[in-house]
């Protein structure tokens, strides 16, 4: 025990202290006449008394620190995390055995602690087998975070190793700063199976056209088998196809162009017929929704003059049937804008023709533009309007050709377009730097004499409601002939228009107030919405309460209110089962009231079914990564002696300073009572009153 003081001069009070205290004693017992009937024995004795006393009223006043250790033995954390997803359901009784074991082996020398991983990672011992994902990644992030700092022995994983969500966990275990013992739940015999792994398509269409369907397939121990696909939209055949399977171990990739026939949401089925041996016929089976729209639009293109990249751009669209172009060369522009889903630009504002007061127009307006940069681009004017790209202003211009971007995801394209990329003639750009507000993405970057750079040549994106397009470069019509003399088609440049032109066309909607939202989610999904309400002039508020109904295909209502978030509203309204949904949305702004009406689907999301099949891999690489081992779960008892062999798990033993202020110690206080106490009862005992 120490006593100290927060004084930088504390040592030269307790000298005065005590010099203090000596005098008023001495003063009070022989000096004072009072006091002359008091032999010296009882005055020392008195003196005594009153000096400590007074003394240690002034070490009060000095506030002394009372420091003292106390030593700590902290026990190893024991993490032990259980993979609670469907596909080791069956295994509930196993796994609650092994870890009433755990408890049972370990309580006295850990600190056990119990986590749950699926869906998401949850601080339990309660093992219930019903998450639809597995999220290994996740488990290894969120336990890494939580023991920083503390004396974690071990972790331990229990699981079939199949993870169909987040991140790899290989990837997340360095610096991890203690082992990972796994423990590998399940069968890993391969099976005679065919399972759809994975669907890609767009999320909207227009009634008559074609959209692509891209089909990811498995086959095992099927090899030198015929697998048929079949296709359903709402029970109707509209698909069908044969694949040769090559090996035992087989990846298919089947594209796939369907016809939009029928408007609104669209359910559609893929399936494999089912083969001879196969135990789990789930996995054969993939549902998706696509949203289709009928409306007819209006397009507006607008240029100095004839150009042939306007001509090109305007033959794709006019092969949809969906589609109207109006096109104006020169000065001449129609009185109204307020008809047109979609402005194309062509290298205005210009060196000829500024267009002020047309670019002024467009702005104030939500109509989404695309704009065809080149040469003859006025870019300082461009510049100023400030809608999402900034170049350089410069009189030279570069030949460029084009460098997807794979990050890109507004819109997907075929291997085969993505081909037309890198091999389609250059482009002529304006030479200089290219600057990208973060809402709007690079969908090609520019490549110079094969040089990649990170120069934008193609983006899209929205911001404050309106969509935006860039195309940084002129004689995008060669693409098209080259397209032509390579394949003896126009598929690819079509596709790449079409696909440009459906995602600047869409708008959920241009009143003041919007709701946005997928239309489609998987069932484990939670139901997010978005809203944004503006006032006339259009600034973006939320004081209004916003409220809405959704109601499913049994016509059960479900009434909510969205939060306030920032500028606009959120709701999120959890899980619902799967099936079609609609929702009325309601809000009002002064005296106008604001409707808006939408639709969805919810999709099964059978994840953990499609794969049944252990994959001890990853648990091997997450032990043998961090210096711990792996086990198979018959061997669990080893893992046990093992943990309890490892002397790098140990007791931790650290020290703790506890600093009290005298004046919160009782006793001092009793000390000095007792001393008052007796020197009044000795005064009044000797006669001294």
Do not use: C
Not at 33 to 40: D, E, K, Q, R, V
Not at 209 to 218: L, R, T
Not at 494 to 523: C, G, S, W
Not at 628 to 646: E, P, R, V, W
Request: proline content about 3%; aromatic content about 12%.
């Amino acid at each position: 025990m120490e006593i100290s003081f927060d004084h930088r001069f504390a040592g030269l009070f307790v000298v005065l202290s005590i010099l203090l205290a000596i005098g008023i004693s001495y003063l009070l017992y022989f000096r004072n006449p009072a006091n002359s009937g008091l032999t010296t024995f009882q005055k020392i004795f008195l003196v005594s008394l009153r000096f400590l006393s007074i003394f240690l009223m002034f070490l009060f006043l000095l506030s002394p620190l009372i420091e003292r250790k106390k030593k700590i033995k902290e026990l190893p954390i024991l993490a032990v995390a259980f993979d609670n997803s469907q596909s080791v359901q069956s295994f509930a009784t196993s796994l609650g055995q092994f870890q009433q074991t755990v408890k049972d082996r370990f309580a006295d020398d850990y600190q056990l602690e119990f986590w749950s991983f699926g869906e998401k990672v949850t601080n339990t011992d309660v093992f219930s087998g019903t998450d639809r994902r597995s999220d290994y990644g996740q488990v290894v992030k969120s336990l890494k975070n939580n023991y920083i700092n503390k004396n974690i022995g071990a972790m331990l994983i229990i699981g079939d190793g199949i993870y169909n969500q987040g991140q790899n966990p290989e990837n997340l275990v360095s610096g991890l700063r203690f082992p990972i013992y796994s423990v590998g739940v399940g069968d890993t015999t391969r099976k005679t199976d065919a399972l759809i792994r994975n669907v890609k398509t767009n999320k909207l269409t227009f009634l008559k056209n074609k959209f692509p369907v891209e089909i990811e397939m498995k086959f095992s121990k099927l090899k030198s088998k015929m697998a048929y696909i079949d296709i359903e939209n709402n029970g109707r055949s509209v698909y069908s196809s044969t694949l040769a399977i090559t090996s035992d171990d087989d990846f298919k990739l089947e594209f796939v162009n369907l016809e939009a026939t029928a408007a609104g949401l669209q359910h559609y089925k893929i399936r494999i017929r089912p083969f001879d041996g196969e135990v789990n016929h789930k996995n054969n089976e993939y549902e998706f929704v696509i949203q289709v729209a009928e409306d007819k639009q209006k397009f507006l293109m607008l240029s100095d003059g004839p150009h042939p990249d306007l001509g090109a751009i305007r033959n794709s669209i006019l092969e949809l049937q969906n589609y109207e172009i109006k096109l104006f060369t020169g000065n001449e522009v129609p009185d109204s804008l307020t008809n047109y889903s979609l402005i194309i630009l062509n290298q205005l504002p210009s060196v000829k023709n500024v267009a002020s007061k047309l670019l002024a127009r467009i702005k104030d307006s939500r109509i989404p533009v695309l704009f065809l940069v080149g040469p003859n681009s006025l870019l300082e004017q461009l510049n100023t309007l400030d809608l999402g790209l900034k170049i350089s202003a410069s009189k030279n211009t570069e030949e460029v050709q084009a460098l997807v971007d794979k990050n890109f995801s507004l819109f997907m394209l075929s291997e085969g377009t993505k081909d037309l990329f890198e091999t389609a003639p250059p482009l002529v750009a304006p030479f200089g730097n290219t600057e990208l507000m973060p809402a709007i993405q690079n969908l090609a970057h520019q490549s110079i004499r094969n040089i990649p750079t990170n120069k934008t040549l193609m983006a899209f994106g929205a911001d404050k409601g309106r969509k935006i397009g860039f195309i940084v470069g002129e004689g995008i019509w060669r693409w098209r002939l080259h397209n032509y003399m390579a394949n003896g088609n126009h598929d690819a440049f079509n596709e790449l228009t079409q696909k440009m032109i459906q995602y600047l066309a869409l708008r959920e909607n241009e009143d003041n107030f919007n709701v946005y939202h997928p239309a489609l989610y998987q069932e484990t999904d939670d139901i997010e919405l978005t809203a944004e309400l503006y006032t006339d002039s259009y600034e973006l508020i939320n004081t209004p309460e916003v409220s809405i109904t959704i109601k499913n295909d049994s016509l059960r209502e479900f009434n909510y209110q969205f939060d306030r978030t920032s500028d606009f509203y959120r709701l999120n309204a959890g899980n619902l089962r799967p099936g079609d949904y609609s929702f009325e949305a309601k809000t009002q702004l002064g005296n106008q009231q604001f409707t808006e009406k939408g639709n969805f689907s919810i999709v099964k999301n059978d994840l953990e079914i499609q794969n049944t099949q252990a994959d001890f891999s990853v648990l091997y690489q997450l032990s043998l990564q961090t210096g711990g081992q792996f086990y198979t779960f018959k061997n669990y008892g080893t893992l046990l002696d093992d943990i309890s062999q490892n002397k790098q798990i140990a007791v931790q033993q650290h020290q703790q300073i506890i600093q009290n202020e005298w004046i919160n110690l009782k006793l001092l206080f009793f000390i000095l009572l007792v001393l008052f106490s007796i020197e009044w009862f000795f005064r009044k005992y000797w006669g001294i009153y």
